[in-house]
T-cell receptor, first 109, second 113 residues
């Protein structure tokens, strides 16, 4: 099945800094999502982005499907951005999302 | 409000007991999913259901059972056969099953005493 790898595993930033999180996947995808898991465990949808570029406020994401990677950009980070960011992907023709192991982000004031 | 609810939020179980975790959605989604998350790990798929009265095993189905008698409900039973059930359990739903955004409930934290 599809493999999903995320980097870096951990990231520490000062408030106001920018960051880029990467997700590599091993097969063609028809579903790729980015999630933020808050300290209470809730998974919040950030982007559904099997290809192309999307922006939502300080967050944006780009998926280059032909090269099998996706990037999540966080600009002007805030302490509330802290948590774990997961990438999840499903191969074309399959329904099952496979999750990466996440990037743990800590934004300090 | 539309969304996915899970109950209870915390659950404690003695070894050898079966427990059932509730998941309800009022989004009119066809597909529902159960995932397990262990500390410091990503999510792994336990079971999923594309339609009422039908469900398929995910990657780690052993020791778990589900039912889908109603479109809005997808309960998960953690049986005594599950060797290491202490984990965080997340339910999700999506409008369809291929290329659709999945939306997650708040989760149930199960601890075996």
């Amino acid at each position: 099945g599809i493999q999903v790898e995320q980097s870096p595993p951990d990231l520490i930033l000062q408030e106001g800094a920018n960051s880029t999180l990467r997700c590599n996947f091993s097969d063609s995808v028809n579903n790729l999502q980015w999630f933020h898991q808050n300290p209470w465990g809730q998974l919040i949808n950030l982007f559904y982005i099997p290809s192309g570029t999307k922006q939502n406020g300080r967050l944006s994401a780009t998926t280059v499907a032909t090269e099998r990677y996706s990037l999540l950009y966080i600009s002007s980070s805030q302490t509330t951005d802290s948590g774990v960011y997961f990438c999840a992907a499903a191969s074309t023709g399959f329904q099952k999302l496979v999750f990466g192991t996440g990037t743990r982000l800590l934004v300090s004031p | 409000d539309g969304g996915i609810t899970q109950s209870p939020k915390y659950l404690f179980r003695k070894e050898g007991q079966n427990v059932t975790l509730s998941c309800e959605q009022n989004l009119n989604h066809d597909a529902m999913y159960w995932y397990r998350q262990d500390p410091g790990q990503g999510l792994r798929l336990i079971y999923y259901s594309q339609i009422v009265n039908d469900f398929q095993k995910g990657d780690i189905a052993e020791g778990y059972s589900v039912s889908r008698e109603k479109k809005e409900s997808f309960p998960l039973t953690v049986t005594s056969a599950q060797k290491n059930p202490t984990a965080f359990y997340l339910c999700a739903s999506s409008p369809g099953t291929t290329g659709d955004t999945q939306y997650f409930g708040p989760g149930t934290r199960l601890t075996v005493l």
